[in-house]
């Protein structure tokens, strides 16, 4: 099986590259390697290379950013989701997108499921409602899993942003009135990776199991790494940020559940073992 990864340097793109590498023929090009906006060179190399699967893990990713640089955030996200689905439905290959729980409003308060009506709050979010559009269009054989709250070994993600404040200083003030789940780059692959093994097409809500607030998930940092600082709840309004969060973005894996195929573990099991994991490299 041919496989090429997008976006080969971000948080879920190496973990992919770490897991396909002695799985299946694999070609990774990075963001410097290969731009998903140049249309002509996405062309030249799929059909020089006819993969069987394009897993695209290439995204403009910051939130608050994306709202000041709304172009950028769109041209990424939505121009380069059709580039890729469209060049690989001319190689007759899969595509795999990644979206977003940010895509919803957050005003439901039970898990949101694959039947529920998207209704983003931030440019992030509609950019990336629109790139799960564009793939579909573009491409029948594709899969879209919505994940969130992501965290891996590479790359900038929350557990490297309180280790990174708790070096330098006491405390550190973070919102108790966002619900919603932390979700391993390591589970988001096996998952894939099962629905690529059986031709699985269509969209999947992928994230691990259970819930929290972004304050308990720092608490559980700071007590699993015994980081010496103090976490201070506070409500999102405090916080100022430039993009709206939905308040409850929990996703039910529920087509996954339904078809016997979800894998996903509870966020606190795959936390332990992400630390067990990785404890020394990043403190
Ligand atoms: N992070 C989260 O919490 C989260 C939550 C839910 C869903 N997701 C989705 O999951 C997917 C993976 O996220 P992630 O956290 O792994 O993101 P990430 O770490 O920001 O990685 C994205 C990668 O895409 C590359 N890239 C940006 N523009 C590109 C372009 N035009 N052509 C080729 N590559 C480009 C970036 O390279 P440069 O850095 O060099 O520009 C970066 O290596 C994304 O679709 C994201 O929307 C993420």
């Known amino acids: 099986m041919k496989v090429i990864i997008l976006g080969s340097n971000g948080q879920l793109g190496s973990e992919f590259v770490d897991f396909l590498e002695d799985k299946v023929d694999l070609f990774s090009f990075s963001h410097k390697e290969l731009d998903i906006l140049n249309l002509r060179v996405l062309i030249e190399k799929f059909s020089v290379i006819k993969p069987d699967i394009v897993i695209n893990c290439a995204a403009y990713t910051n939130v608050d950013k994306a709202e000041d640089e ?3 955030a769109y041209l990424t996200n939505v121009i380069g989701a059709r580039n890729s689905s469209y060049v690989s439905y001319k190689v007759n290959s899969k595509i795999i997108f990644f979206s977003t729980d940010y895509i919803f409003n957050g005003t439901k308060n039970s898990p949101y499921t694959e039947l529920d009506e998207p209704n983003p709050l931030s440019i992030y979010g509609k950019t990336k409602l629109l790139g799960e559009i564009n793939t579909k269009l573009y491409n029948p054989n594709h899969l879209i899993l919505r994940i969130s709250w992501l965290y891996g070994l590479k790359g900038i993600n929350f557990i490297k942003k309180i280790i990174d404040l708790s070096k330098v200083n006491e405390a550190i003030k973070v919102v108790d009135d966002q619900i919603g789940t932390p979700t391993y780059t390591f ?4 998952q894939t990776y099962e629905l690529i093994k059986k031709d699985y097409v269509g969209l999947f809500h992928s994230s691990n199991e259970g819930f929290t607030t972004w304050y308990q998930f720092s608490i559980k940092i700071v ?8 976490i201070i709840p506070i409500k999102t309004e405090e916080l100022k940020q430039k993009a709206k969060r939905p308040k409850y973005s929990v996703l039910e894996n529920y087509n996954l559940k339904l078809e016997n195929l979800n894998i996903m573990r509870h966020w606190n099991e795959a936390l332990e073992d992400f630390f067990n994991k990785y404890k020394g490299k990043f403190i």
């Open 223 to 230: 007590e699993k790494l015994n980081l010496n600082v103090e």
């Open 187 to 190: 589970d988001v692959v096996k």
């Open 70 to 72: 709304e172009d950028i």
